[in-house]
């Protein structure tokens, strides 16, 4: 028995990486996949049907179930086709897995509006429209359904030269929780994957020249996994971070605070003058 025997699962971004893992994983582990991947280079300009149709050929090699999507997450009538694709090729969606991402990466004073533009419409526009359609998929068929999206360290805590990605990250960390809030009446639980990875999008960076090739695409599939499959149970809202060998969860905090004694405004100098025990956790 697997994790996701009779479920069928679309998987963007899924032709390499990440997706590549969590799509041969799911199809181990019983679903039907989806691999959606548009084919691109890893800024976003290109397309090509040779990454998905390969992950396709790697899963039905394997004995599973899987059809390509060549679509972009970006349009809405992108997102509506894959869902469609998952809908003909397999009658219904069970869980959605929004990986699909680029880079465009430069500082904030170099950086211009289309590289903003660019990242901005594939990472969080495109997780809400792939999240809208497959979440009215859910809904009409019944039966409640889960969404995985993926977040990122630097949309967590900041990241040099990555103005642009980290904040379609951060968005994407405030839509999984509203939209989990919002899916929950119909038993569709939305949660989040923060992983940190030697991929396509990331190996030339600094962190990955030093001896981390233990930050593997197969350390955060089993992440997706459990998010994805009944083991989850209700959870919902979740920021689950992969970094090799470790997990743990992003939350956001409030600090204890301080009260004035006679409630009035504070100033501007009062702030200042106790900013230790306003900040302090």
């Known amino acids: 028995m697997g994790l996701l025997d009779d479920k ?6 899924s032709g390499g990486g990440i997706g590549r893992a969590e799509a041969l994983l799911f199809a181990r582990e019983g679903a ?3 691999v959606n991947d548009l084919g691109g280079a890893r800024d976003g300009t290109g397309s090509s049907d040779a990454a998905a149709s390969r992950v396709v050929d790697e899963i039905r090699a394997a004995g599973g179930k899987a059809v390509a999507s060549f679509d972009s997450v970006a349009t809405v009538e992108g997102a509506a086709r894959i869902v469609k694709t998952a809908v003909d090729a397999f009658g219904r969606l069970d869980v959605l897995v929004n990986n699909a ?11 211009d509006e289309e590289a903003w533009d660019a990242v901005i419409a594939v990472h969080l526009k495109g997780t809400f429209l792939c999240t809208q359609a497959a979440a009215r998929q859910m809904v009409s068929q019944g039966g409640g359904g889960r969404i995985v999206n993926t977040t990122s360290v630097s949309g967590m ?3 040099f030269g990555q103005a642009n990605y980290a904040a379609a990250k951060a968005g994407i960390y405030g839509l999984t929780r509203t939209s989990a809030i919002e899916l929950q009446k119909h038993r569709v639980t939305v949660n989040a994957v923060a992983p940190i990875a030697k991929t396509r999008l990331t190996d030339d960076l600094p962190m990955f020249q030093s001896g981390m090739d233990s930050l593997t695409p197969d350390h955060v599939a089993p992440a997706a996994l459990f998010l994805a499959s009944d083991l989850c149970g209700d959870r919902t809202g979740h920021v689950l971070a992969v970094a090799g060998a470790q997990m743990y969860v992003y939350k956001v905090i409030q600090s204890a605070g301080k009260f004035k004694d006679d409630g009035v405004a504070w100033t501007a100098h009062e702030i200042a003058d106790h900013w230790e025990s306003i900040a302090k956790a």
């Open 32 to 34: 039907a996949v989806v």
């Open 157 to 159: 805590i900041g990241n």
């Open 8 to 13: 069928v699962a679309i998987i963007t971004g």
């Open 101 to 111: 991402g680029i880079l465009r990466d430069k500082s904030l004073l170099k950086m």
